[in-house]
Structures are given as structure tokens and as C-alpha cells.
């Protein structure tokens, strides 16, 4: 009956279903957000928490899912959709890195080209992909799209090269990031594949878009176009 896409700030999706004469309400999303929005004892959600997280540090990604009826007329908005909802379980997913992109990235470490990563995902599953990759070599600072919101461009400005992961970061804080190293004289390359990706990509001094599934709109706002979607190639490049 309804569908509600991925939105930045909620980190869920959201889709109505009719089954009879009841409408079902079925949200997915980061686990930390579905958590919060369901009706739980405090202490259940501590230890859904600590569940989640513990598979977070083996570099899964986590989706955790939920769902309620929905009594529609007194539901008017999605907000009110994805609240007092019914845990329902996390679903973990493994995307194993390519086999070259752990020599890739010392390769382009020894080429003075410095890597970050800029990423929607879990903060402790980006540090351990980080880790499994050689991107970090310990556990070092992770920012969050919440704190890159609190950084005014100056504090940010301080950190920025010492960063090396960007988490739950959504794509319009590319467009920022880019902008301050740029401004510190850097030459800097972006990669992305996504429609909110574009402005990033076209403010990069190099703008490198994924070709294997990545939107039209990636492309056109590219200087370069990945035909394998592999870093091992821009290394290479």
C-alpha cells in the first residue's frame, strides 16, 4: 500500500502491506535505529546491543528488522509508522573484500596517496573491513555521520588527515569532505555510484564512478568511469 525509501537521517525503509483487514507495517534498517523504536525493556535492548555490535567487529553488516499493525487512522505520518514497533530479528551479511585490495591500498600508500573510507555502514564494521583491507593497521578513530554534523569546518579541518573512516556517513557529507581537502591543497579523487554521490563526484579534482551498477547520473557527473568497479584499477591507474 505504501513505501517509504531508505531515508539518511532515519537509516530505515518502510513498506505497508494489506493482509485481510489489517495493514502491516514491515521497517528495516540499522539495527541501533530499530532498536530504539521498538517497544523493549531496557535491558533487552542493551543486549540486542551487545549482539549486534559483537557481529559488527567480524565485519558483517547488519540489518535488523521489525514490524506492527497499523490501526491507519490514527497513523498520519512515517514517523509515526516506524514508532512502538516488534522486534523482529538481524540479518548479517558478509561482502568479502576483492583478494588484491589489501596490496592495492600499500601500493597506494607508498604512492603518497591517502585513503579513506566514506561509508554508510556500522562504525565497528567499517574498522574491521578497514583493518581486514590495511587500511588501519589498529583500532583508530572512526567519525560518524552524527559527529561530522557537529564539527564546525574548522574542527573537522583539524582531523580530517588523521581520519581514515567515515561511518554511518550519508553522501551529501562527501560533498563537505572533498571540499576541506581540497582546501588543505590536496588533489582528490572520489569514488562513488550513487545519484546523492554526484555532487561529490563533480567536485572532485578526479570524479571516478562505478560501471558495473552505478546510476546514469554517477556517470555524467565522472571524469573517469570504472568498468570492473575494482580499486585495484584506480591503484593501478
Not at 208 to 233: C, H, K, Q
Request: hydrophobic content about 40%; proline content about 3%.
Amino acid at each position: 500500500l505504501d513505501e517509504y525509501v531508505f531515508d539518511d537521517v532515519s537509516k530505515l525503509i518502510t513498506t505497508v502491506w494489506r493482509k485481510g483487514s489489517k495493514k502491516h507495517v514491515f521497517v528495516r534498517g540499522a539495527p541501533e535505529a530499530i532498536i530504539d523504536r521498538c517497544d523493549l525493556p531496557k535491558k533487552e535492548k542493551e543486549e540486542l546491543t551487545s549482539r549486534f555490535e559483537e557481529f559488527a567487529r567480524e565485519g558483517l553488516r547488519i540489518i535488523a528488522f521489525a514490524t506492527k499493525i497499523a490501526h491507519h487512522k490514527s497513523i498520519k505520518t512515517r514517523k509515526q509508522l516506524e514508532q512502538s514497533l516488534t522486534f523482529l530479528g538481524f540479518v548479517g551479511i558478509y561482502d568479502p573484500p576483492r583478494d588484491e585490495i589489501k596490496e592495492s591500498i600499500a601500493k597506494a600508500k607508498r604512492a603518497g596517496i591517502h585513503v579513506c573510507m566514506v561509508t554508510g555502514d556500522n562504525p565497528l564494521t567499517a574498522m574491521s573491513i578497514a583493518k581486514e583491507i590495511g587500511l588501519i593497521e589498529k583500532d583508530e578513530d572512526v567519525i560518524t555521520g552524527d559527529e561530522l554534523d557537529k564539527l564546525t569546518d574548522e574542527q573537522l579541518s583539524e582531523v580530517i588527515l588523521k581520519t581514515r573512516i567515515f561511518a554511518r556517513t550519508p553522501p551529501s557529507q562527501k560533498l563537505r569532505i572533498t571540499t576541506l581537502l581540497q582546501n588543505k591543497g590536496l588533489v582528490v579523487g572520489v569514488t562513488g555510484d550513487g545519484v546523492n554521490d554526484a555532487l561529490a563526484l563533480k567536485k572532485a579534482d578526479v570524479g571516478i564512478a562505478m560501471g558495473e551498477g552505478g546510476t546514469d547520473v554517477a556517470r555524467e557527473a565522472s571524469d573517469i568511469v570504472l568498468a570492473d568497479n575494482n580499486f585495484a584499477t584506480l591503484t593501478l591507474a
